[in-house]
């Protein structure tokens, strides 16, 4: 399984943009990346995913680079209720097995 | 829609008991899984089901133990409870057998172990 590396905790002010970038050396072939949001007391909620280049939805837009050893989760125009823990993760999706690895996660802090 | 329930929201719990945290889910999705987070350490799995009648080990699976008679529930039993089964228990699903697959997760259980 591969393992992530983000840092740990973020600060930005509203309206700005911000950029979280999550290292998976050793991500495999049939591996996506997913991120989740998680605000305090409740479960996380799933944001993006992709597998490579880049990913956009009406929350959020994913960058990865060709080599897929680090992602980038990117949200526009951040507002305090983007306060949250964020989650990047590599699924295993190989032989139908689908265990993820949370790990630690990035505490964004939106500051007014 | 309810999409994940768990019970009970919080509980306590005497070291030694027995205790089962209860999953369910309404969406028909054959994978589920239960997690626990602590403080500092993030979500940890604890035990998987890819479908109903099956069950595997995550990271942390010791001293806990699952059944997946069903494809809706999914119950997380504690044979006997420790203080360091103190946490806060997510359940999840997903419909594995989508590529977008995405886990929805349930409100949780929290626990507290003396």
């Known amino acids: 399984l591969a393992k992530t590396t983000q840092p740990i905790s973020m600060d930005s002010y509203e309206g700005q943009e911000v950029n979280i970038t999550c290292s998976h050396n050793?991500?495999?072939?049939?591996?996506?990346i997913t991120w989740y949001q998680q605000f305090p007391s409740q479960g996380p909620r799933f944001i993006i995913q992709?597998?490579?280049t880049k990913v956009t939805n009406e929350v959020a837009s994913l960058f990865i680079p060709a080599d897929r050893k680090s992602s980038t989760l990117s949200l526009p125009r951040v507002s305090l209720s983007d306060t949250a823990v964020y989650y990047c993760l590599v699924g295993d999706k190989g032989s139908g097995t689908y265990k993820y690895i949370f790990g630690t996660g990035t505490r964004l802090k939106v500051l007014a | 829609i309810a999409g994940i329930t768990q019970a009970p929201t919080s509980q306590i719990l005497a070291a030694g008991r027995r205790m089962t945290l209860r999953c369910t889910q309404d969406?028909?999705?054959?994978?589920m899984y239960w997690y626990r987070q602590d403080l500092g350490l993030g979500l940890r799995l604890i035990h998987y089901s890819n479908t109903a009648g099956t069950t595997g080990k995550g990271e942390v699976p010791d001293g806990y133990s699952v059944s997946r008679a069903n494809t809706d529930d999914f119950p997380l039993t504690l044979a006997s409870a420790v203080p360091s089964q103190t946490s806060v228990y997510f359940c999840a699903s997903n419909p594995g057998a989508d590529e977008q697959e995405t886990q929805y997760f349930g409100p949780g259980t929290r626990l507290l172990v003396l």
């Open positions: 969406m028909r999705h054959n994978a």
């Open positions: 050793n991500i495999a072939t049939n591996d996506y």
């Open positions: 992709g597998y490579k």
